[in-house]
């Protein structure tokens, strides 16, 4: 199809065939061609282009479903090293995505790979549409999508490639340039309650960052071998295997892609104050607005703040686009940069036995993890911190900052990494101070007491959400993947 050609430079096919001819006696293809590959690209000296992919749109997706039509999704990778998932569009058999994706340092030898899936709701396994590879050659391209049975085809895909030299000096290959694009993933123990009245309680957020491998290079945090509890994890013995098989299975769990999803690119400081809105769900369990202010008169006004600063008719304002005082647990991944969280008090916790962990699925390492929160500072800098801070006063009119730790037992992460994590969270986050501290640094207990207290006393937060806690009726993230199967009962 036009402009679905193969890159004539590329060096895929030769690896292929070689990796073919020795599958049998090695039974490890995949690596061979990996290697294989590379040492063909040193070897010619390939040079490298920075790419701009975007992803337009699909046509004549054929229906898998006996009822409704398609919840299509794409995933993206280029030579098997560096990869994108795309939203999910709901009941469509022609998707329009306009998604775009950034790469920096990759060889002209490339090529992408794009498989197209149907979100199956209720189902582990998606159903598979189709596929198609093509070149990374500059250009816009129609390519057929390749179904499973005879190559048949599946409909076809609109992408569009730019391509640009990649400058001097060399940077690592394959980079993620951007966007910075997050998910957000209500737990599957959402639709299992009915007086739920905080879903951010039950969400988990994904986000990739960009240039994780530039600030940190070769740094990893290993799990903590004096840990009690990282012991029981990654020991070697039985018990061990069905903690680290349970807590897989409740991973996949919480980041599963559904068609209730939440997306958003990261573009400004506004985008990043986005993410820490607090909201409620409304009695159909469906996010809204619902959430309400305490009055105004029923908050103490700072000393620094007119008595009668943003006084309105109304005595109550929604709260769901304020920012909400909540401490985060957080982990950045050694497996694809990704930087996941969720708020500490999450029910999903319950029954783990690392919290960390349990973001990180159960990986031996990760970049970096720990806690963060919100704070609000004045424009001045004459105070910093939610003891000085007043729902009197419009989030607009304050500055904001995010402060992050290294609270982490699980992998105890580095100290003298946090100037290289506060670096590297400055530049995902265009506009927005980050202020990074020791675990045990005074200011930073002081300030998560500040934040706890104020949710507690003026946002009508419950002392047990600050815990993992289940509510009544309500069944842990681990015995729902008991129950599917997923863990063998050691009961």
């Known amino acids: 199809m036009p402009g679905g050609q193969r890159n004539p430079l590329s060096v895929t096919k030769l690896v292929e065939k070689v990796a073919g001819a020795v599958h049998t006696a090695t039974g490890n293809a995949h690596d061979l061609a990996k290697v294989t590959k590379s040492i063909v690209e040193d070897k010619l000296d390939v040079p490298c282009v920075d790419l701009v992919i975007k992803f337009i749109g699909a046509s004549g997706i054929p229906k898998l479903d006996v009822v409704g039509t398609a919840d299509p999704y794409f995933v993206a990778k280029i030579d098997d090293e560096v990869s994108m998932v795309s939203t999910v569009k709901m009941n469509t058999l022609t998707p329009v995505w306009n998604e775009t994706w950034r790469v920096r340092n990759v060889p002209i030898t490339a090529d992408l790979l794009v498989e197209v899936l149907d979100k199956d709701i209720g189902s582990p396994i998606d159903d598979f549409i189709g596929k198609f590879r093509t070149s990374v050659a500059t250009g816009a391209k129609e390519v057929e999508i390749e179904g499973p049975l005879f190559r048949r085809s599946r409909g076809t895909f609109w992408l569009k490639i730019d391509s640009t030299p990649s400058p001097d000096p060399p940077e690592p290959r394959y980079l993620f340039d951007g966007p910075i694009r997050y998910s957000r993933h209500l737990s599957p123990t959402v639709g299992r309650l009915t007086n739920l009245d905080d879903a951010r309680l039950y969400s988990t957020w994904k986000m990739y960052l960009v240039g994780v491998s530039i600030y940190f290079k070769e ?268 863990v063998p009962n050691m009961q």
């Open 219 to 486: 740094v990893y945090q290993h799990w903590n071998v004096n840990y009690k509890a990282a012991q029981t994890i990654f020991g070697t013995g039985a018990t061990s295997l069905a903690v680290r098989t349970g807590i897989q299975a409740g991973h996949k769990l919480l980041y599963a892609r559904s068609t209730s999803n939440g997306f958003g690119v990261i573009e400004s400081a506004a985008d990043v104050l986005k993410l820490f809105h607090g909201e409620k769900l409304n009695p159909k369990g469906i996010i809204g607005s619902d959430q309400e202010y305490l009055p105004v008169q029923d908050q103490p006004t700072p000393a620094h703040v007119a008595p009668n600063a943003f006084q309105t008719t109304q005595t109550q304002t929604s709260l769901a686009h304020r920012v909400k005082p909540a401490v985060y647990t957080y982990i950045i991944s050694a497996e694809d940069d990704s930087m996941r969280f969720s708020e500490t008090g999450a029910a999903f916790f319950v029954d783990f036995a690392s919290k960390h962990a349990l973001h990180a699925n159960c990986c031996e390492r990760v970049r970096y993890s720990g806690e963060f929160h919100p704070r609000p500072r004045a424009k001045d800098g004459a105070w910093v911190g939610w003891q000085d801070f007043n729902d009197s006063m419009p989030d607009e009119t304050v500055d904001w900052e995010v402060l992050i730790d290294n609270n982490s037992g699980t992998y105890s992460p580095d100290k003298a990494m946090l100037p290289t994590l506060q670096a590297l969270l400055e530049h995902n986050f265009p506009g927005f101070r980050v202020q990074a501290l020791d675990r045990e640094d005074k200011e930073l207990t002081k300030s998560v007491q500040a934040c706890r207290d104020y949710a507690l006393k003026y946002r009508g937060i419950q002392a047990k959400h600050l815990q993992p806690h289940l509510q009544e009726g309500e069944e842990s993230l681990m015995k729902q993947a008991v129950a599917n199967g997923a």
